[in-house]
């Protein structure tokens, strides 16, 4: 009895062994499809749209002929629609129309032609239009604005529109700038609008926890 209990032991262990094998990711250089699951692409990835669970690394750079990123001008997007991180971008990430990306990470820049939606991004992001993280670190410029459905740190910038969660740093747009649960630093606008807030506001209205006010308003107390 001992000997057939040995041996289940030993098949069971065999078949998580070779299961982890499979799992193993594979390197590909210098050019290789993102679209292969479990891959390490040293150099350029490409491909179109991006896939959710395809469990990739990219070190260098991914281009994307075509993707999904106009969905992101639709707005209504809440954290729950993102995914854990399955797609990394270790250097430049490019998109003709835009990454709809919600379970990838660029930590470099990410250039989307029309729009983007990418669950974090640390480093530089540029769109066409608006483009919406649910984690941002570093510098977004978008047309029409940028949003931060979680945490962001640095500077937005936006022809329209900034709105973010919770925010520490530069908040620019020409017409509105939010921040809805906690922030610290400069928010420059039209309508500038923080809960929670430390720092200064300048524009033609300005609201905070404490006041409202119109050219410059500021708090920098509990």
């Not at 009895?1 to 590909?28: E, H, P, T």
């Not at 395809?54 to 639709?74: C, D, P, S």
């Not at 410029?141 to 973010?164: P, Y």
Request: glycine share 14%.
């Amino acid at each position: 009895m001992g000997y057939i209990q040995f041996a289940r032991v030993i098949v069971i262990c065999l078949f998580f062994i070779s299961k982890d094998v499979v799992a193993q990711q594979k390197n590909y250089f210098p050019v290789w499809t993102y679209h292969q699951n479990n891959t390490n692409i040293h150099g350029l990835s490409v491909g179109t749209f991006t896939a959710r669970y395809a469990n990739t690394l990219t070190n260098g750079m991914k281009v994307e002929f075509i993707g999904l990123g106009g969905i992101a001008l639709l707005g209504g997007f809440n954290r729950i629609f993102f995914d854990d991180i399955t797609d990394r971008v270790n250097g430049i990430c490019l998109s003709t129309t835009g990454m709809f990306a919600l379970g990838s990470q660029v930590n470099g820049i990410a250039i989307g032609g029309v729009a983007q939606a990418i669950c974090k991004v640390n480093g530089v992001a540029v769109s066409a239009f608006g483009q919406t993280f649910e984690n941002f670190n570093g510098l977004t410029l978008g047309m029409l604005g940028s949003e931060v459905l979680d945490k962001g740190n640095g500077m937005m910038v936006g022809m329209a529109a900034n709105r973010a969660d919770t925010f520490n740093g530069i908040q620019i747009a020409f017409f509105f700038n939010t921040i809805e649960t906690k922030g610290t630093g400069l928010q420059i606008g039209l309508f500038n609008k923080a809960n929670n807030f430390k720092g200064i506001q300048i524009g033609f209205w300005n609201e905070n926890q404490k006041r409202k006010m119109p050219i410059i308003n500021w708090n920098f107390r509990d």
